[in-house]
């Protein structure tokens, strides 16, 4: 299935895998100070690069990328500075980038029902079983 890459995929983002996330919001919750903490991986990607890490862990082609035209106005690059956490809450990143997108593809691989769930809908029934909660 081929999926789309807007503009020629130069656009970057800093990648801060699921756990260093989630670490880090425990931190700010016990130990954070009122304000804002910026959360940055020091992993700073294009789009390319990262859909070309996927496709080469999964052993597919390069050749499944489109790429479409651009949304006007769509920012080049988003930078993070992470200083305030790092320094006033010790946190790290915990993964780098190579080893959080490594966990990230293996574990949708070995939950393809999961995803498959998600694309037929069902988990819409559930949804909604829950707002009636």
Known sequence: ???????????????????????SADLIER???????NLGGHAERNNLEVVKTILKQMGKSEDLI??????????????????????ELSWDRTYTFEDGIKETVDWYLEHRDWIEDIL?????????????I
């Open 66 to 87: 489109t790429f479409v035209e651009d949304r006007k106005g769509h920012d080049l690059r988003y930078a993070i500075d992470s200083s305030k956490i790092e320094k």
């Open 31 to 37: 130990k954070g100070k009122v304000g804002v903490y």
């Open 1 to 23: 299935m081929k999926k789309s890459l807007n503009g020629k995929g130069e656009n970057v983002r800093d990648w801060v895998y699921i756990h260093g996330h989630n670490v």
């Open 120 to 132: 037929e809908g069902h988990y819409k029934e559930a949804y909604q079983n829950s707002r009636k």
